[in-house]
């Protein structure tokens, strides 16, 4: 099957199950006892990608790159300020919350922290069973037996229905997590950095139950992490985001073994590795400065400020995200890894940066 990053499918292929199209939210700041405006957060900023059936698409970046935000939006647990998401050919972008009821059925988000997902005052039988009573859903036979069903899917013990949430440890609270996740069997789900608040120990456990649910149960993920080896691990295809935009998009294999735009060299230069023989003599890329902020990004290319490769040309025009090789998308002027057929416009002469670019762009 044949997908851009912006969602579009040759003709003949198979719809992707997601869609996600120049997304943007922007967050407004305001000032005094008017609440008048006086900028915007841009979270996210036109990002575009699909998401196949069956498939698992990474989202990773450092803090604040938006990652959290988009899968957020992806859910409809915030509104977004533009752009269009479209789950199963159905636009769900502006949709109401009462029509939203039967489509959350199909998607459903894990959150990071074990610990403030879960109410403390409830069992673990009335969290994963809340689902089936928020949809009015009737099993066969009846809740409980469905809820001990799906614990002893997720590595529990059935036994533990009547338990609260603080008699277990963080990585079973994040197996009761999941558990409330599946109680509706949906088709996608959104993972919020899964593993990021649980002991490196108990980490794999959990990467290894996903990834066996997503086998049994024919599901689609959404990851997001910035866990790296997390993230290589678990993903069919991975977007590295950086300030609200996504600036590489490519399958796994082909991300880790060539990575072509400087932040994603850098991102992965900081992956430890345990075997000093290991290493190949890989230099460790340190990016100066802080990331800027997204209530005033620099202009162009967000990335320039702490580029080594950035020109003149990176602040001036900002790079689209073009098809550098099968199925990699990179959005930098100067891209490392780039093969030699590949089509990388010249420095000289940047053309004017026209108004237009910074909404209409190929998938910013």
Same mark, same amino acid.
């Given at each position: 099957?044949?997908?851009?990053?912006?969602?579009?499918?040759?003709?003949?292929?198979?719809? &992707?199950?997601?869609?996600?199209?120049?997304?943007?939210?922007?967050?407004?700041?305001?000032?005094?006892?008017?609440?008048?405006?006086?900028?915007?957060?841009?979270?996210?900023?036109?990002?575009?990608?699909?998401?196949?059936?069956?498939?698992?698409?990474?989202?990773?970046?450092?803090?604040?790159?938006?990652?959290?935000?988009?899968?957020?939006?992806?859910?409809?647990?915030?509104?977004?300020?533009?752009?269009?998401?479209?789950?199963?050919?159905?636009?769900?972008?502006?949709?109401?919350?009462?029509?939203?009821?039967?489509?959350?059925?199909?998607?459903?988000?894990?959150?990071?922290?074990?610990?403030?997902?879960?109410?403390?005052?409830?069992?673990?039988?009335?969290?994963?069973?809340?689902?089936?009573?928020?949809?009015?859903?009737?099993?066969?036979?009846?809740?409980?037996?469905?809820?001990?069903?799906?614990?002893?899917?997720?590595?529990?013990?059935?036994?533990?229905?009547?338990?609260?949430?603080?008699?277990?440890?963080?990585?079973?609270?994040?197996?009761?997590?999941?558990?409330?996740?599946?109680?509706?069997?949906?088709?996608?789900?959104?993972?919020?950095?899964?593993?990021? =608040?649980?002991?490196?120990?108990?980490? =794999?456990?959990?990467?290894?139950?996903?990834?066996?649910?997503?086998?049994?149960?024919?599901?689609?993920?959404?990851?997001? =992490?910035?866990?790296?080896?997390?993230?290589?691990?678990?993903? $069919?295809?991975?977007? !590295?985001?950086?300030?609200?935009?996504?600036?590489?998009?490519?399958?796994?294999?082909?991300?880790?073994?060539?990575?072509?735009?400087?932040?994603?060299?850098?991102?992965?230069?900081?992956?430890? !590795?345990?075997? &000093?023989?290991?290493?190949?003599?890989?230099?460790?890329?340190?990016?100066?400065? $802080?990331?800027?902020?997204?209530?005033?990004?620099?202009?162009?290319?967000?990335?320039?400020?702490?580029?080594?490769?950035?020109?003149?040309?990176?602040?001036?025009?900002?790079?689209?995200?073009?098809?550098? =090789?099968?199925?990699?998308?990179?959005?930098?002027?100067?891209?490392?890894?780039?093969?030699?057929?590949?089509?990388?416009?010249?420095?000289?002469?940047?053309?004017?940066?026209?108004?237009?670019?910074?909404? $209409?762009?190929?998938?910013?």
């Amino acid at each position: 099957m044949t997908t851009s990053p912006t969602g579009a499918v040759a003709p003949g292929d198979a719809e &992707p199950l997601l869609a996600v199209t120049n997304l943007v939210k922007h967050f407004p700041v305001t000032k005094g006892l008017l609440k008048r405006q006086i900028g915007a957060v841009q979270a996210v900023d036109g990002i575009s990608f699909s998401v196949r059936k069956g498939e698992t698409v990474g989202l990773v970046g450092e803090s604040g790159c938006g990652k959290t935000t988009t899968g957020r939006l992806i859910t409809r647990l915030l509104d977004p300020t533009g752009g269009s998401i479209v789950f199963e050919g159905r636009d769900i972008t502006r949709m109401s919350q009462s029509g939203l009821r039967p489509i959350r059925r199909d998607m459903q988000m894990i959150f990071q922290d074990p610990y403030s997902s879960l109410n403390p005052r409830h069992t673990v039988g009335t969290i994963v069973g809340a689902p089936y009573r928020i949809q009015g859903i009737q099993t066969e036979n009846g809740v409980k037996k469905a809820v001990q069903e799906i614990l002893e899917m997720v590595g529990l013990n059935p036994e533990h229905y009547n338990r609260y949430p603080h008699e277990f440890s963080g990585g079973q609270r994040q197996r009761i997590g999941i558990a409330r996740t599946l109680a509706l069997k949906p088709k996608l789900i959104i993972a919020d950095e899964p593993v990021s =608040a649980l002991d490196v120990s108990i980490q =794999a456990q959990v990467v290894n139950l996903l990834e066996d649910l997503q086998r049994e149960l024919d599901l689609t993920y959404v990851v997001i =992490a910035h866990d790296l080896s997390v993230v290589r691990h678990i993903s $069919d295809r991975v977007a !590295v985001m950086y300030l609200g935009k996504i600036v590489e998009f490519a399958e796994r294999k082909s991300l880790y073994n060539a990575p072509m735009h400087p932040y994603t060299n850098a991102l992965l230069s900081a992956v430890p !590795v345990p075997d &000093p023989a290991g290493r190949g003599g890989r230099e460790r890329i340190r990016l100066t400065g $802080d990331v800027p902020s997204p209530l005033n990004p620099p202009p162009a290319c967000r990335f320039h400020t702490r580029c080594w490769k950035a020109k003149d040309r990176c602040k001036q025009q900002e790079p689209p995200l073009v098809e550098l =090789a099968t199925g990699h998308y990179v959005a930098c002027h100067f891209p490392e890894n780039a093969p030699v057929d590949a089509v990388v416009a010249p420095e000289a002469s940047p053309a004017p940066k026209e108004p237009a670019d910074a909404v $209409d762009g190929p998938a910013d």
